[in-house]
């Protein structure tokens, strides 16, 4: 099977977690739009979703899933989302594809964080990926040299601002041994709004596809 068939395979088994007539947590990637065809050809009716990017919204709206604020919502029992690294913790690296702000959110918003992907994802530290970290257009450069002194490499997405208005710098070469104490550090800086380290509220179940099927870790 190749990473496409993989991660169609991912997206079906989390099918078994959606409940009929709840308020959905969306995340956003490449799995995450697997998962979405997947919705739809289950035929099951949710009441909204919460979506964590305007990717995500369109797609989910095409199906006919009406998108619900998360500030109308006291709660959410369920979010499904990939990643793109995910270490024995269950600690992730997320926001390759840029919407790691309102993925965060929508993660601290659900009880349970049921979390998509193909094996290739699993590291044993997290930081071959490089971190995406979210800025305030006017910190880019000061947050930058802190993240230089943090001992990694910084390169600007070229051409991206992120559904929030802000630019994002993807860190290369940190080998991340305590990601909670970098993703609490990193956040802390003015000018950042967020880190792509989901530590603090990890995953709380892994769904991850491999040539002999989908494992739940
Ligand atoms: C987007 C994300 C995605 O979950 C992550 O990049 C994984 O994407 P894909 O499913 O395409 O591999 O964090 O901000």
């Known amino acids: 099977m190749d990473a496409t068939q993989l991660k169609k395979l ?124 979210e800025v305030l257009p006017m910190a880019r450069e000061l947050v930058a040299r802190k993240l230089t002194k943090l001992g990694g490499t910084v390169k600007l997405r070229e051409g991206f601002i992120t559904d929030n208005g802000n630019v994002i710098l993807d860190v290369h070469g940190l080998k991340i041994t305590d990601p909670k104490a970098i993703e609490a550090e990193i956040n802390h800086w003015p000018g950042v709004v967020t880190n792509g380290l989901f530590a603090l509220r990890p995953a709380d179940v892994c769904l991850i596809g491999g040539q002999n099927g989908v494992r739940t870790l």
Do not use: H, W
């Not at 909204?48 to 305007?54: E, H, L, N, R």
């Not at 269950?90 to 349970?112: P, Q, W």
């Open 10 to 133: 991912v997206a079906q088994a989390a099918m078994q977690y959606v409940q009929p007539n709840t308020i959905l947590g969306v995340g956003t990637g490449s799995t995450v739009d697997c998962f979405i065809d997947a919705l739809a050809e289950s035929g099951i009716q949710l009441t909204g979703a919460v979506s964590s990017s305007i990717r995500s919204e369109k797609k989910l709206r095409e199906i006919g899933v009406t998108i619900v604020d998360l500030n109308d919502v006291a709660g959410l029992a369920l979010y499904v989302d990939g990643a793109d690294e995910i270490d024995p913790a269950f600690n992730l690296v997320k926001g390759g594809g840029g919407a790691l702000t309102r993925e965060k959110i929508v993660a601290d918003a659900s009880a349970k964080f049921v979390c998509i992907a193909d094996e290739s994802k699993l590291v044993s530290t997290l930081g071959a990926f490089p971190l995406p970290v």
